[in-house]
C-alpha cells in the first residue's frame, strides 16, 4: 500500500501555511467587522457568505438566517422571509461582467418600515470571465424615504433605476393593494390608483372598466383583498359571458340565500367578470337580488364598454348599471400610458427573476424603444408574455434587441414600410376631369370662341354650352 504521508519537514511548512492562512481570514473577518459601514460578501451565484456586525445592525431581525441563501434579482412582494431579505440586497446582474455598480438596497425594520441605503457593489475577481464574489459596501446613512418617484420615460432611467422605482411602488403601494401593474407615473393610471386605493378601504360595489388584457380581473382581486378587514370572505367569480343566463341566476340567488343579514354580511365579494354580456333577460331580476339590503356579498364587476354608457344607449338595464357602477374605475389600455412600458417592461423581467432561473438586469435602451413603438392590441397581458419569452432567450445580462420576440420585430417592420394603399378610381368623376381639361384646352385654342371649340371638340354649340354649365365653367346667362 502506498504511503501517503508527508515528510515532517514538508509537513511543518504545511501546517505552518495553513495557519498563517487561517490567521489572515480571522484578521480579515475581524478588519471588516470593525468598520462602521454595513458591508456584506456574496459568491459568484449571489449567495450570501459574509456580513459585518453593521451589516447585521441596520438588518435587525432580517439579518437571521441569511449566510447560505441566494440573492434573486427582483421586488416580487409576494417573497417573504429569508428569500425575501436576500432579494432586498441582490446586486444588479451587470456585477457579474466585472463592472463596479452603485444602486440602492433595502431592508425591512423590526417595526415594518423599509428602509434604503446606497451601496457600491464591487466585483471580485481578474475579470468579467473571472468573477468569483462580490463585495458590497453601503454608504453610512439611510436614504429618505419621500415616496415619490423618480422622473418617468424623458429622463431615460436606467435599469437599476427602474429596480428602485418599483421597489418602491411595491412597498408603498402594491404591497398594501397588491396591485403592482398600477406602476408608472402617466396621468391615466394615477387616477386608477388612486381609485384603486379607494375601493380598496370601502364596500360599495365597484366596475372596473378597460379592454381585454387590461388586468381588469386582477385590479378586482387587489381591491377585494386590499384592506377592508370586514369583507374576510373569499372571492367569488361569475364568468358572464362563459356561462348562460340560467346559471348566472342561480349563482347569485344561491348566494343571496345563503346567509347574512344587514348588520353582519357574511363577507367576501362576488365578481362578475363582463359584466357588460349578461343576458338582457335576467338584467332587472339579477339588478334587484344585488341591490337587496340582505345580499351578503360585496359586488365587483368588470366590463370593456362603461355600463351607464350602455344604457343610456338602450344596450343594458339601467338599474343594474347603477347598481354595479357606484364606484367605477377605467384601466387605461397600453397605448394610451406608454410612458409606463419602462417599469412594466422591468416588473415583468423581474418576476421571471422570482422563479429562480437566470437574473437579468433590465432592457438596453434600443430594447425599451422597440417596445414603445409596438401597437400592444393585447395590452399588459401581451407585454407580460412577450417579456417573458425575451427573458428565457437573453444571454447578458440585459434584454437586447435581436431577444425580443419575432412578432416585435415583424410589427416594426411592417410600421416602417406600411402597405401602398390603392387609389380608389370613381369612373364618373375621372371621365369629367378628362372632359374638363380637353374643354379647357378646346376654348384655349379658340380664344374663347364657343362655336370653334365645339368644332374641335366634334360636338354642337349648343351641348357644348351645356356641359360647360354642367362643369361649373360657365355662369348661366
Known amino acids: 500500500m502506498m504511503n501517503t504521508s508527508l515528510p515532517a519537514d514538508m509537513s511543518k511548512s504545511v501546517k505552518n501555511r495553513m495557519a498563517r492562512q487561517r490567521i489572515t481570514t480571522s484578521e480579515l473577518g475581524k478588519l471588516l467587522n470593525s ?59 451587470g456585477v457579474l461582467l466585472g463592472k463596479e455598480i452603485t444602486a440602492t438596497v433595502s431592508a425591512i425594520s423590526d417595526d415594518g418600515e423599509s428602509k434604503r441605503r446606497t451601496a457600491r457593489f464591487l466585483p471580485l475577481g481578474i475579470d468579467s470571465e473571472d468573477t468569483v464574489g462580490t463585495l458590497v459596501v453601503m454608504a453610512a446613512d439611510d436614504l429618505d424615504e419621500d415616496g415619490e418617484e423618480p422622473s418617468p420615460r424623458e429622463a431615460e432611467e436606467t435599469p437599476d433605476e427602474l429596480h428602485d422605482r418599483i421597489s418602491r411602488f411595491r412597498s408603498a403601494t402594491a404591497g398594501r393593494h397588491g396591485a403592482d401593474q398600477l406602476v408608472g407615473k402617466s396621468a391615466a393610471i394615477e387616477l386608477a390608483r388612486r381609485q384603486v386605493e379607494l375601493a380598496a378601504v370601502s ?12 388586468g381588469r380581473a386582477r385590479m378586482a382581486g387587489a381591491i377585494h383583498y386590499g384592506g377592508n378587514s370586514r369583507l374576510s370572505g373569499g372571492l367569488v367569480p361569475i364568468g358572464c359571458s362563459l356561462l348562460d343566463e340560467e346559471l348566472i341566476y342561480s349563482t347569485v340567488n344561491a348566494i343571496a340565500g345563503g346567509g347574512g343579514s344587514e348588520t353582519s354580511p357574511a363577507g367576501g365579494s362576488l365578481l362578475l367578470s363582463d359584466a357588460d354580456s349578461i343576458p338582457p333577460q335576467i338584467q332587472a331580476d339579477l339588478a334587484a337580488a344585488l341591490s337587496a339590503k340582505s345580499f351578503p356579498m360585496r359586488v365587483l364587476a368588470t366590463a370593456e364598454t362603461p355600463l351607464i354608457e350602455l344604457a343610456k344607449s338602450g344596450k343594458y338595464s339601467e338599474k343594474l348599471a347603477e347598481v354595479l357602477s357606484t364606484l367605477a374605475i377605467q384601466l387605461p389600455s397600453l397605448t394610451d400610458r406608454r410612458e409606463d412600458i419602462p417599469a412594466l417592461a422591468q416588473l415583468f423581467l423581474e418576476e421571471a427573476n422570482a422563479r429562480g432561473l437566470r437574473q437579468l438586469g433590465g432592457f438596453s435602451a434600443e430594447a425599451l424603444d422597440l417596445l414603445d413603438a409596438h401597437p400592444w392590441k393585447g395590452n399588459i397581458d401581451e407585454l407580460s408574455g412577450m417579456v417573458a419569452e425575451a427573458h428565457g432567450k437573453a444571454e447578458g445580462s440585459l434584454v437586447e434587441v435581436e431577444d425580443l420576440p419575432q412578432t416585435i420585430h415583424m410589427a416594426a417592420e411592417a410600421a416602417a414600410h406600411p402597405p401602398r394603399v390603392e387609389e380608389k378610381i370613381v369612373l364618373d368623376e375621372f371621365l369629367a376631369r378628362v372632359e374638363k381639361e380637353l374643354i379647357i384646352r378646346a376654348m384655349k385654342t379658340a380664344k374663347g370662341n364657343k362655336a370653334h371649340a365645339a368644332r374641335l371638340l366634334g360636338m354642337t354649340r349648343p351641348r357644348l354650352y351645356r356641359r360647360l354649365l354642367q362643369l361649373g365653367m360657365l355662369e348661366e346667362e
Open 35 to 93: 468598520a462602521d459601514q454595513p458591508i456584506y460578501v456574496l459568491d459568484e451565484e449571489f449567495v450570501v457568505v459574509f456580513l459585518n456586525r453593521a451589516c447585521r445592525r441596520w438588518l435587525e431581525a432580517s439579518a437571521d438566517g441569511l449566510l447560505g441563501v441566494r440573492c434573486l434579482y427582483h421586488t416580487d412582494p409576494e417573497t417573504t422571509g429569508r428569500e425575501a431579505a436576500a432579494a432586498r440586497l441582490c446586486p444588479p446582474p
Open 203 to 214: 364596500d360599495v360595489s365597484v366596475l372596473m372598466v378597460g379592454p381585454p388584457g387590461s
